[in-house]
Structure formats: structure tokens, C-alpha cells
């Protein structure tokens, strides 16, 4: 890993403590897939108020109570670990709320854009990660990304509107366009400040060259999901 | 019925259809209770924002979910009496949504002062409803309104923030004497044009002198709650 150049050689996947750091890969992820679960609770229920009528509200109310569980989940292994799960999150608080921020649907249909777009890109990412990781985590992390049924009907919602009015394809599909660019850029800002999980990612089956697949598989996903939308990637 | 003057008597509790008139009664108790609930997970989830740390916020949110839980179980109800809840919740929407617009905390500890208060007064009002309606309906209410356990969390965060900080107490009393006044002047609102409501209020032990009776309780039950807090009624 010396061609990485990191100085102090801290987070290098050395032959003598593989362990310390994939421990660190791994608080690391569970941490950031928790404080992403909690500001999914915060920003899917800011996204109820959008609903067109209060079965709707409910409805949204009830998925962001749903990340609210894997939250939970998440924040208990955190603390089976003997970690601090405040601490922990901490570092990725400020992407994430970056994201959020730089991300705020102002329409309904912005709203379920990102639901599928931005979850789509999270479980993605998450998902590869898991592959790298002890399977009880793996399990837990699978576990949490596929209980999301407001994927689906995020979908359905947002086909509807664009066959019945094409018009709004191009400003959709411009959002979704919006939304990868930020969540790439958030994740670079964090992977940039945590060697840890890049280490996981470089340990990985292919190396660099894993890693740059690893970026394709989840292009190639987003542009099927754009599709499944009828946007335009 | 007849000193209270609606002149075409189609709310009267008159001798021959007390059903019809109970059953619009009982509705819009729900009804009310039930949209009360959906606003409630709005609002906690919003004022989760504003606690100091992540644990706080979770915390918080896992409130406004236990209020959604209770919105699912009255709108259940509702359909199962074959209302539709939509239609029911309808002539609440305004009122209780002016009340929390008018009563948005701005603070952490605003916020718990309107939680235990705020909370209160509605568990308080529902509870002296309860005892008029038939009881199944009855039984769902008072489930709905014991199983909050943030109201504790609240009273004791407040009362250990004033006891730290003897200052507070003016502006969080005066915060209190809002808020009930509010509460007052929104449920005055919704009685003056749901007669069902007043009716039922009316036919209850007492008449008239009840209704006085029910305002003294709740208001000596406020004040001593403002006390539990710490706070001058």
C-alpha cells in the first residue's frame, strides 16, 4: 500500500495488524450507515409535509420511522462492539448533512426522485462494502438496506407523473443528475478523511483497479434506475 | 338542548336519533385525535433537530414514531367504522396546524416544556372526552394516550435545567402561558363549528355546570404540571 503514499503509514493494511484496521473499517462504516439512517429519519419526515394528502403524509411519516429502526440496529452493534456510537458517527455528520442540505426537494416529486435515486446510491455503495467485512456485520448491513419498500413505490409515483406530463422529464432528470453529483462528492470529502474504509476498498478483490469497477457497477445501477423512472441518466 | 339555539336542531341530542348524533360525535373525537397524532410526529420530528446530541435526537424521533403508531391505530379505526379518515381529519387540519405554527419552539428546552404541556392539556381533554363515548372507542383512546413516556423525559429535563439555571424560569413560565393559551383559543375554534362536540360535552353529567366543571380540572391539572417543571403558572 506504500504507493499510496500515507506518511505516517497509520492506516496501512500492514502484515502485522490487519486486524486494528479492518476494525476501523469497519466502526467506520457501520457508524456512517447509522448517522445516514438517523438523517434519513430527519429528512424523509421534513419530506412527509410535501405529501398531496394525509394518507400519503402517513405513509412517508411511516418510511422514515423505518430508518429510524435501522438506526437502532446499528447504534446497538456499535455499542456490542464496545464503541462509542457518538464518536463514532461524529466524523460523517457533516457530509451527510452537507448532502441533505444541497439535496432539499422543494416539490413531491424531487422528493421521491431522491428517495430512489439517493437510497439507490447509498444501498449500492454499502452493499460492495459489505462483501469486504465479517459476515454477522454483513448480515445486519444487508439486512438494513433491504427492508426498503419506499423504493418501489417512489418508482411507480414518479413513472406516473412523467408519462401522464413529459414535460417534467428534463427538470427530474436534472435533479437526479444533481443528486449523484453530490453524493459522489460528499463520499469523496469523507473517503478522503477516512483511510480506513479506503484501505478496505483498496484490499479488496482487484485492488485500484477493483475499486474503479467497483464505481462502474454503481454508474451502471444509477442509470438503470434513472431509467426504471423513465428520467433520462 | 334547545337554550343552546341551533335553529334548524340538526345537532340537538334530541330523543329520537341520539346514534346518529353519538356516531358523529365519537368521529370526530377520533378524527381529531387522529390528525392530532400525525401533526404530533411532525412536530417531534422536527424539534428532534434540537437536541444537543445524537443520542437526544434519536431519542426524540423514536417519540414522533410512537405518535405516528397511534395516528395508524385511530385511522384504523376509523375505516373500520367505515368513515373515510381523510374526509374526517379534514375540518381539524387547520386548527391544529395553526397551533403548532404558532407555538414552534425555538429552543431545545422550549420544546420539552411543549411536550409535557402540550401533551398534557390534549391527553387531559381526551381523557374527560373518553368517559362520554361508548367503550371500545374509549378503551383506544386512553391506550393511545398512556403509552408516552416522553412526557417524563421532558418534566425532568426542564425541572433539572431550571434548578441549574434559575433564570430560565421567567421566559419558559411565560412560554408555558402561551401555550395553553393557544390550546384554548384552537380548540375554541373547532367546538364553535363541530356541534357534535359541544353536544356531546353538553349531554354529559352536569350540562352546562360540567363543562365548567371540565375546564376547572384540566386547568388545575396544567397547573400542576407547570409546577412539576419548575414553572409559575
Redesign the interface.
Known sequence: MSHLGYPDGSASLSESEPRASERAALIDLLAALA?GE?SA??RI??D??LAP???G??AV??A??VE?TH??LL?TRLATMGVD??GA?APF?AALDRFHDRTEPSTWLESLVKAHIGDGLAADFYREMAELIEPASRSLILEVLADSASSAFAAREVRAAVTANPALTGRLSLWGRRLVGEAISQTQHVLAERDSVMMLLMAGPGGLSGVSDLMSRITSRHRDRMAELGLAG
Open positions: 448517522y438517523l429519519f430527519d419526515s421534513r412527509a409535509r394528502d394525509l394518507a403524509r402517513a411519516a411511516q422514515a420511522c429510524l438506526h437502532r447504534v456510537p457518538e458517527m455528520v
